[in-house]
């Protein structure tokens, strides 16, 4: 057999192994190196770390408060002020963690409701929101109210970076669910659920309006790093302080080196997927075909659930079902 060359690792890529192999703490001066030689200037909004930081945060509440009227305002009324109750939500794995944001809000007509504002699909993702909308209505009842008067009323708003299989074929990329009677007609406007996928919306940016305020923000959440300064000069200032808050250089030496470390994970991950494709077929040949590419499949999909990606996009990249993968966690567990 003919041995391989190996390509010489850069001092990035050198870094990213001994980060993801948990062998060094980043210094100041290497997160400094990986900024500069990959050329990073923002934040990427929707990572973990970026949703978290630019809309979970109070300094920066009254960009979320202009997100939320752009999509929501039609349903629940002008948000006039909010409070942020919860940032993440438990994940699959032990210690794992995925974000989610429970939004506490007050409207211009004095209504109090709550907004779960999530991105990325998960496992049994719509059961997931059922009992996510159950446990804040039961949450937001007070203690002796016998006739529900403090029932809140709860909505979600998800950004969905895959499209989602319940509307497949079909190119809207902005749903709203509503509770809905036998005529179709809208039954209640107390519960609604909002999805975004922004495969399509990307797919179709060329041809939409950035003046409407929706397709403006999907704009800035999904392309910030391409938006010039000029261009952002003409937008209105809170989409100005939003570029602006999507700085890397705004971040303290610790966020930083938060936000390198999530970044370096994510390419550990990339680079497993092609890796262990590889190590399938050669265990494929060597030792039968089938088994060896369930193994691989299965070793690939407890790494990217231990990096906390979305378990249908490691169902899609691994070929596994829903069931598969649960029995995996379970096992794990």
Same mark, same amino acid.
């Given at each position: 057999?003919?041995?391989?060359?190996?390509?010489?690792?850069?001092?990035?890529?050198?870094?990213?192994?001994?980060?993801?192999? $948990? $062998?060094?703490?980043?210094?100041?001066?290497?997160?400094? %190196?990986? =900024?500069?030689?990959?050329? /990073?200037?923002? +934040?990427?909004? /929707?990572?973990?770390?970026? *949703?978290?930081?630019?809309?979970?945060?109070?300094?920066?509440?009254?960009?979320?408060?202009?997100?939320?009227?752009?999509?929501?305002?039609?349903?629940?009324?002008?948000?006039?002020?909010?409070?942020?109750?919860?940032?993440?939500?438990?994940?699959?794995?032990?210690?794992?963690?995925?974000?989610? /944001?429970?939004?506490?809000?007050?409207?211009?007509?004095? !209504?109090?409701?709550?907004?779960?504002? #999530?991105?990325?699909? #998960?496992? *049994?993702?719509?059961?997931?929101?059922?009992?996510?909308?159950?446990?804040? %209505?039961?949450?937001?009842?007070?203690?002796?109210?016998?006739?529900?008067?403090?029932?809140?009323?709860?909505?979600?708003?998800?950004?969905?970076?895959?499209?989602?299989?319940? *509307?497949?074929?079909?190119? $809207? *990329?902005?749903?709203?669910?509503?509770?809905?009677?036998?005529?179709?007609? +809208?039954?209640?406007?107390?519960?609604?659920?909002?999805?975004?996928?922004?495969?399509?919306?990307?797919?179709?940016?060329?041809?939409?309006?950035?003046?409407?305020?929706?397709?403006?923000? /999907?704009?800035?959440?999904?392309?910030?790093? !391409?938006?010039?300064?000029?261009?952002?000069?003409?937008?209105?200032?809170?989409? #100005?302080?939003?570029?602006?808050?999507?700085? =890397?250089?705004?971040?303290?030496?610790?966020?930083?080196?938060?936000?390198? %470390?999530?970044?370096?994970?994510? !390419?550990?991950?990339?680079?497993?997927?092609?890796?262990?494709?590889?190590?399938? $077929?050669?265990?494929?040949?060597?030792?039968?075909?089938?088994?060896?590419?369930?193994?691989?499949?299965?070793?690939?999909?407890?790494?990217?659930?231990?990096? !906390?990606?979305?378990?249908?996009?490691?169902?899609? +990249?691994?070929?596994? %079902?829903?069931?598969?993968?649960?029995?995996?966690?379970?096992?794990?567990?």
């Amino acid at each position: 057999m003919t041995k391989k060359k190996t390509k010489r690792k850069s001092k990035t890529e050198s870094l990213a192994d001994e980060v993801n192999n $948990r $062998r060094i703490d980043l210094t100041p001066e290497q997160v400094e %190196t990986i =900024i500069t030689e990959r050329g /990073l200037v923002f +934040i990427d909004p /929707l990572s973990d770390f970026g *949703f978290k930081r630019l809309l979970g945060m109070e300094r920066t509440k009254d960009i979320t408060v202009h997100l939320l009227n752009t999509f929501m305002s039609d349903d629940t009324g002008v948000i006039s002020d909010i409070t942020f109750i919860s940032s993440e939500q438990v994940g699959l794995l032990p210690g794992k963690k995925k974000v989610r /944001l429970d939004i506490h809000c007050k409207t211009q007509n004095g !209504d109090h409701i709550i907004i779960e504002m #999530q991105r990325e699909r #998960q496992l *049994f993702f719509v059961r997931r929101l059922r009992a996510y909308h159950s446990h804040s %209505t039961i949450s937001g009842v007070k203690i002796g109210d016998t006739v529900y008067a403090t029932v809140p009323k709860v909505f979600s708003l998800s950004f969905m970076e895959k499209d989602m299989p319940e *509307f497949k074929g079909k190119s $809207r *990329f902005l749903w709203k669910i509503y509770p809905k009677d036998d005529d179709n007609e +809208i039954f209640s406007k107390e519960n609604v659920w909002c999805f975004v996928e922004l495969c399509k919306f990307a797919a179709q940016l060329e041809t939409l309006d950035l003046t409407n305020e929706k397709n403006l923000w /999907l704009y800035m959440l999904t392309h910030v790093a !391409d938006i010039s300064e000029d261009e952002v000069l003409r937008m209105d200032p809170v989409y #100005q302080r939003f570029y602006e808050e999507c700085r =890397i250089s705004n971040l303290n030496e610790m966020e930083k080196k938060e936000y390198v %470390t999530s970044v370096l994970e994510y !390419d550990d991950v990339r680079e497993s997927m092609m890796c262990e494709r590889e190590v399938g $077929r050669e265990e494929g040949r060597e030792e039968g075909l089938l088994q060896g590419e369930v193994n691989t499949k299965r070793q690939l999909a407890l790494k990217m659930l231990a990096k !906390d990606f979305a378990p249908d996009l490691v169902a899609e +990249i691994t070929g596994l %079902t829903e069931e598969e993968i649960c029995a995996l966690v379970a096992h794990t567990d």
